[in-house]
C-alpha cells in the first residue's frame, strides 16, 4: 500500500481554499444541494468532507481521483472493469451505444459503483458519465430514454422548452444512475463554414451560428439539468466551431481565427458566470492563443485563460486522451502528465487500456517534481469536491 502524501500547512490550506470554491460552484449547479438558507453550511461540509477522504487516501488513490476512463455502456467488458479497480479510477464515461433503455443501464452503473474504493470503511463514489447530447450523440437510447433531437433542432426552440425539456433528459440519466453529462456544445460554428467543420457542424452539434444564440441554448440546456440535480460539462474550451478536422480523427487541428478576447468565447463565459462545475478542453491548437502547445496542453488556456481570465473555479476535464488521433504523437504518459502540468484535473480516456501507462507516467513525475504534486493535491481536492456536492461522498 502506498503510503500517503504529506502536504505542508501552507499547501493543505491553499488546497482547502480551491476546494471551498469548487463548493460554490456546484451549489450553483446541483439542485441536490441545500437550500439557499443552509448553502453556507453545505458549502463547508462538502469541502470538509473532501478534505477528510484525502486525508485518509493512499497516493494511489489520490491519484485515481483524476481518471475518467471509458467502459462499454452496453456491456463492460471484465478487463476494462478490473483495470478501472486496480488503479483506483474514480471516474466513469459510458461509451458506445446501448438501447437497453434506463433500468438496464441502472444495472451497469451499480455493477460499475459497488467496484470503487473505500477509506475509513466509507466507499469513495464514482462519477459517471456519458456523451448525451442529442443527434448522432446519444449514447443512452431505449425504453426510459427519449429521442433527443440534434442541437441545432434544439436551438430553434424557446429557451423555456429547451429548459424543461432537458430537464426530462436529466431525470431520465439520474434514474439510470448518472451524475453528470458531457454536454452542452458551446462551440459557435460560422454560417459560412457549417458542415465542413468536422467536428461539430457536420453533426449538427452546434446550437446555433452566433454567440447570442449558443449562449442562451447552451445555457438552458444546462439549466434544465441543473434543475434534476443533474451536473454537466460545457465543452469544448476555447471552442472547435472555427475548425475544419476533427481532434478524434485528424492529427494538426488548427484554429488559426479565435483569440482570447473572440466573441465565440461567450458561451464559456457564460455557462461559468452561471456556475458551471465542469469545462472540457479542446485537443485542437489556438495559434492566437498559444501557438506552441494544443489547448489540453496548454497553460495558457487552462491556467491563464480560462482560470485567470474567466474565473473558473471547477473541474476541468480533458476531451478524449486516449486514442484521439489529435493527441497520439504523445505517449499516453505524456499526454496525462502534461495535461495536468498545464492546469487540468481530470484525464479522460474512453479507452481504459490507456488508463495503466497514463498513471504510472502520473507517479513518476509526482516522484521527481514538487511543483507537479501540488498541483495534483488540488487537483484530487476539486475533484473529491464536486463529489461530495453531488452526494457521492460519506462521511460521518
Not at 481521483?65 to 479510477?89: E, N, W
Not at 453529462?181 to 446555433?208: C, K, M, Q, W
Request: glycine fraction near 10%; proline fraction near 4%; charge should be positive.
Amino acid at each position: 500500500m502506498a503510503t500517503p502524501v504529506r502536504r505542508p500547512a501552507g499547501r493543505r490550506s491553499a488546497a482547502r481554499r480551491t476546494a471551498v470554491g469548487l463548493a460554490t460552484t456546484l451549489l450553483a449547479v446541483c439542485a441536490c444541494s441545500a437550500p439557499a438558507a443552509g448553502e453556507e453550511a453545505h458549502r463547508v461540509s462538502a469541502t470538509a468532507c473532501a478534505d477528510k477522504v484525502y486525508t485518509g487516501m493512499t497516493t494511489a488513490q489520490r491519484v485515481g481521483q483524476l481518471f475518467m476512463g471509458g467502459i462499454a455502456a452496453s456491456r463492460p467488458s471484465a478487463a476494462d472493469l478490473k483495470t478501472l479497480r486496480t488503479y483506483h479510477v474514480g471516474s466513469v464515461m459510458l461509451t458506445g451505444r446501448s438501447s437497453a433503455g434506463t433500468a438496464a443501464t441502472k444495472k451497469v452503473v451499480d455493477g460499475a459503483r459497488a467496484q470503487a474504493d473505500t477509506v475509513a470503511g466509507h466507499r469513495v463514489g464514482l462519477l459517471v458519465s456519458t456523451d448525451q447530447e442529442g443527434g448522432q450523440v446519444q449514447v443512452l437510447s431505449g425504453p426510459g430514454f427519449s429521442v433527443m433531437p440534434n442541437a441545432l433542432t434544439q436551438g430553434s426552440w424557446s429557451t423555456a422548452t429547451l429548459r424543461s425539456r432537458a430537464e426530462t433528459w436529466a431525470r431520465q440519466l439520474k434514474a439510470a444512475g448518472l451524475d453528470l453529462n458531457l454536454a452542452p456544445v458551446a462551440d459557435v460554428v460560422p454560417a459560412s463554414l457549417g458542415t465542413r467543420n468536422a467536428p461539430i457542424g457536420h453533426f449538427y452539434r452546434e446550437y446555433g451560428h452566433t454567440p447570442a444564440v449558443v449562449t442562451s441554448h447552451s445555457g438552458a440546456f444546462a439549466a434544465g439539468f441543473r434543475n434534476a440535480g443533474v451536473m454537466t460539462t460545457v465543452k469544448h474550451f476555447p471552442g472547435l466551431g472555427q475548425v475544419i478536422g476533427n481532434t478524434d480523427t485528424t492529427a494538426n487541428v488548427v484554429d488559426s481565427v479565435t483569440t482570447s478576447s473572440s466573441a465565440s468565447l461567450q458561451p464559456f463565459r457564460s455557462a461559468i458566470t452561471a456556475g458551471s462545475p465542469f469545462v472540457m478542453i479542446s485537443s485542437a491548437k489556438y495559434t492566437k492563443i498559444d501557438s506552441k502547445h494544443l489547448a489540453a496542453f496548454s497553460p495558457t488556456v487552462i491556467s491563464s485563460l480560462l482560470r485567470t481570465k474567466f474565473g473558473f473555479k471547477g473541474v476541468v476535464i480533458s476531451d478524449d486522451l486516449g486514442q484521439a488521433v489529435a493527441v497520439r504523437s504523445f505517449t499516453p504518459a505524456q499526454r496525462a502528465v502534461d495535461f495536468l502540468n498545464a492546469g487540468g484535473d481530470m484525464v479522460l480516456t474512453v479507452k481504459a487500456s490507456a488508463l495503466p501507462a497514463m498513471i504510472q507516467g502520473v507517479q513518476a513525475k509526482m516522484a521527481s517534481d514538487a511543483s507537479f504534486r501540488a498541483k495534483v493535491t488540488a487537483s484530487v481536492h476539486r475533484v473529491l469536491t464536486a463529489k461530495a456536492t453531488a452526494g457521492r461522498l460519506t462521511c460521518s
